[in-house]
């Protein structure tokens, strides 16, 4: 498993769990180091014991050689970043690249090399090419194996999965059987479970990622902008979305209203699939406003904040529950609080903010001027307005009271629609939230 990170690390491990014996090649100094001694860099819930336990089995090891790692190995997985490039919004395949020039050197005979990260629609007839040019004696097939799992649930996402899709190039007869038996070997616990493990070509597995992340982006976006509607014309958007959601067609997740989805995959990946779309001249139009509507609405946001402390945040104190894109992961990746903290402080309002795994991850990509707090109820102190930017179980438990005591206004602005309006309104609340009535 080549890539260490949030992907690598959980599928690496997940396999060893399965029952195949892994060795995960990182080469971020810390990431390594970390994961030697026991430690694992990323917030992840459930993901230390199961690390420990495969480990202790003698099925897990981690290291930077990739020629020591490869040796006699069925397959390499790639799972290494593919970043939205700077301008274009196309994903940056430079780290996919670098890491199969290394893998077609070091390998020391038949390699199945399967690309898990997320890859534009080519990548893998590409990778095939860059193999071809750097070991012309070398017998290698080429997979891609997208991942769905979701940070946070990412242990559950891999071992009980509602699909498993693998790319294979049909165009190599031989090479496809075999490529295929491996992965049904590796997949085995998922089929004895009766995943749906569906077979295509490269293509199509390159761009079944993309679209699923997309459908997804443009549904949230949905709702969002149902959400606004609501709060123009009075309506409710809770029994909207749970209303259009009981209908199978629909399905009800993924229509709850946020300040705009973040992470590391919607945003670049959306951008990506608009680009892909374009390059192709088939222009993604859906998603193209998606990207746009997304952008725009985390912005609104921030402007929203402002109108409702009365215009003017400057001097004012703004306590912020949830820092990072979503709750139970410490991953700040194009996370709403980075544009909606950003046009506050740029306003003039000092922000105590509070986030029970990213207060880290946060400081390096926030104002400076924000100050961290120890717990959610410090926030509240001296604060004029409240804002709940990410949806972590221990702020709907918070107590009403408790807010109030501390703070100096009486204003709550709930960006996740984790409190009842009424509840809030009983506690002496000015309280607005996302497409509800106030
Ligand atoms: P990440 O940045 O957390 O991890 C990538 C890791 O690869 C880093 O630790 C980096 O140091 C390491 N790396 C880079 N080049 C290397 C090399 N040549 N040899 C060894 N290690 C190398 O990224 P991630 O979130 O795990 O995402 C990886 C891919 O998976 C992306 O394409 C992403 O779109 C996709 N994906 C991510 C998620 C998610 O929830 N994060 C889910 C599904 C798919
Ligand atoms: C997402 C997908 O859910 C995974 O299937 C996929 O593998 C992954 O991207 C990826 O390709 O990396 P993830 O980014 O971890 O997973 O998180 P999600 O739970 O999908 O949330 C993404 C964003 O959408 C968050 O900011 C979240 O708050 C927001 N969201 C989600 C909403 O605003 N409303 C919703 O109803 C659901």
């Not at 616990?189 to 990622?209: C, D, N, Q, R, S």
């Not at 549904?219 to 029994?239: Q, R, S, Y």
């Not at 399905?251 to 919607?266: E, N, T, V």
Request: aromatic residues 6%; proline residues 5%; negative net charge.
């Amino acid at each position: 498993m080549i890539g260490g990170g949030y992907v690598g690390l959980v599928s690496g491990t997940c396999f060893a769990e399965f029952g195949t014996d892994v060795a995960i090649v990182e080469t971020n100094p810390d990431r390594l180091a970390a994961l030697r001694e026991g430690r694992i860099p990323i917030y992840e819930p459930g993901l230390d014991r199961l690390v420990e336990d495969n480990v202790a089995a003698g099925r897990l090891t981690f290291g930077d050689d990739i020629a020591a790692a490869i040796k006699g190995v069925d397959a390499v997985f790639l799972a290494v970043g593919t970043p939205s490039r700077r301008g274009d919004g196309q994903a940056d395949t430079s780290y996919v690249h670098a890491a199969v020039k290394q893998v077609a050197r070091a390998a020391d005979g038949y390699t199945l090399i399967v690309t898990k990260s997320t890859v534009p629609v080519g990548t893998g007839r590409e990778i095939a090419r860059i193999v071809r040019e750097t070991r012309p004696d070398l017998d290698f097939d080429i997979a891609s194996n997208p991942e769905f799992l979701r940070e946070g649930n990412a242990i559950q996402d891999f071992m009980r999965p509602d699909r498993v899709i693998i790319g294979i190039d049909e165009s190599r007869p031989g090479g496809a059987t075999r490529a295929q038996d491996i992965l049904r070997r590796l997949y085995r616990p998922l089929y004895l479970l009766e995943t749906p493990i569906v077979f295509t070509g490269l293509e199509t597995a390159e761009l079944i990622k993309y679209s699923a992340n997309s459908f997804l982006a443009m549904k949230i976006t949905f709702i969002n902008e149902i959400a606004d509607l609501c709060e123009k014309v009075g309506a409710n958007v809770t029994d909207v979305a749970r209303s259009i959601g009981l209908d199978g067609r629909i399905g009800k997740k993924f229509l709850h209203p946020s300040p705009g989805f973040g992470g590391s995959c919607f945003p670049k990946d959306t951008r990506a699939l608009t680009a892909i779309g374009r390059k192709a001249g088939s222009p993604v139009r859906l998603i193209e406003t998606t990207v746009a509507v997304n952008e725009a609405r985390m912005q609104a946001m921030a402007e929203r904040i402002i109108a409702f402390a009365g215009g003017d945040v400057r001097g004012m104190t703004i306590g912020v529950l949830g820092l990072t894109f979503k709750p139970e992961t410490d991953d700040m990746r194009e996370a709403a609080s980075i544009t909606i903290l950003g046009q506050l402080d740029g306003a003039g309002a000092h922000i105590r903010a509070f986030d029970p795994a990213g207060m880290e991850t946060a400081r390096a990509v926030l104002p400076p001027g924000v100050t961290y707090c120890g717990d959610a109820v410090a926030v509240a102190e001296g604060a004029d307005i409240v804002v709940v930017l990410t949806e972590w179980n221990e702020f709907r438990s918070l107590s009403p009271d408790k807010l109030k005591k501390r703070m100096k206004g009486r204003r709550i602005a709930d960006l996740r629609n984790i409190w009842d309006p009424q509840v809030m309104r009983e506690a002496g609340f000015e309280y607005i939230s996302l497409g509800r009535p106030e």
